[in-house]
């Protein structure tokens, strides 16, 4: 039987080679059930069975493609606004990240002995970084034994040296939920905070806002030793605005 099949491929007792068939190229294929469909012999409801499921999982794969396609190219997207009435808004936290972490009028020979370096002021010789920009620090470099080995203190140092709002000078205009505000509503949070200094105020203020946060700011800038600007924070909320500065 096996011969038999091989000279009908043939087309006779010849040696010329024959076109390929479609039940040679089914029985080769790694497809799923297509060898089933083209089987040698006569057609079978086995083979109806092959094809029918063949043909549907083919259909729902190119169905699924299209459909998936179709809604890329759409470019679907969806945005939602949600507007709710605020009863008691409590004015937001207020974070200054300076340049100069500290003022420098503020430091002391001791204070630069001990944190010049860590500040970016001095050298590991304990000489100005930038002489033209700091020579008003010369003066100060010139310590006693005694004067060098006092305890120091970083905590006191950005306590004292840290940019404050109280000192009247840094905060020029606040204004939260049609109310004015002054330094006097601030209290501090954190003074040391990797060079960030974060103001809170407690009041609560009768407001509407959007959810998620409203319209606020802040901007603020102080000049360093060098005469370099430096960034300020910012202030979010309902409806709240501050200004902050310092010279």
Known sequence: ???RAQLVERGGMGDRPCAPSLEGFASRSTLHGIHHIFARGPYTGRQLLWTLAFLGSLGLLLHVYAERVGY???YPHNTQLEEQAVPHAAF???TLCN????RLSQLSGHDLHWAGELLGLLDSAHQPLAPEGLATLAGRLALSPEEQRRPFDLLELYGRAGHQ?????????????????????????SAVLGGRQCWGRGRQYRGTGRAGGGAGGAGGGAGSAGGAGSGGGGAGGAGGQAVLGEG
Do not use: K, W
Not at 165 to 189: I, K, P, Q, Y
């Open 99 to 102: 340049l100069n972490r500290v």
């Open 72 to 74: 890329y190219v759409q």
């Open 165 to 189: 709002l109280d000192l009247g000078h840094m905060l020029l205009g606040c204004r939260f939920v049609n109310e004015s505000c002054n330094a006097s509503d601030f209290r501090t949070v």
């Open 1 to 3: 039987r096996e011969l």
């Open 92 to 94: 937001p936290a207020i």
